[in-house]
């Protein structure tokens, strides 16, 4: 379960969820308040981008249309999803964008076949929960339901992902 804290009558404070598997449509968050269920509209971080080439190196993509407002879509935010037609899909963590060339933390297993389309999907959701959560302090509920897409010939599964979020006077407490 995961913990996540959040300052008391935040208006500003983005929720961010990374589906930790590729998901189809757009999945839906529910925080379970005291005054009653609050489900605020999740969406991609970023849309997803068509993959035309792997690189000589297996750790550059080359994307379309090219990224160039990308500053946020890396590191901590960069978890996303290779998608082949033909295979499956691959766990990647973008580093780097630079235009059409999204540069990857690690190698791409060889063999991948982009003889037909890939997409280059990112795996992190976010909302502004607003004030109707944020207003109200202690320990609550969300769930989070979503739709997995495994491949062409398998089917698709309902998930579910669920944790905590702390409404807190102060959520940094250096101690000091």
């Not at 935010?77 to 295979?87: K, N, R």
């Amino acid at each position: 379960m995961k913990l996540i804290k959040i300052a008391h009558n935040s208006t500003t404070t983005v929720f961010k969820w990374v589906a930790h598997v590729p998901i189809t449509g757009t999945p839906t968050i529910t925080f379970k308040m005291s005054a009653g269920d609050q489900s605020p509209a999740l969406t991609a971080l970023h849309a997803a981008a068509t993959v035309t080439a792997i690189g000589n190196n297996r750790s550059e993509l080359t994307i379309s249309p090219a990224i160039t407002n990308y500053a946020g879509l890396s590191g901590v935010y960069g978890s996303a999803w290779l998608e082949t037609e033909s295979d499956s899909a691959y766990p990647v963590l973008i580093t780097r964008i630079t235009g059409t060339t999204a540069h990857l933390a690690e190698p791409l297993p060889r063999g991948i076949d982009l003889a037909s389309s890939a997409a280059l999907e990112w795996a992190t959701w976010i909302c502004t929960p607003g004030a109707a959560i944020t207003g109200e302090l202690g320990a609550f509920a969300w769930q989070v339901h979503y739709t997995g897409k495994a491949g062409a010939d398998a089917p698709s599964s309902s998930g579910q992902d669920d944790g905590l979020i702390s409404i807190v006077r102060r959520p940094f407490n250096a101690g000091l």
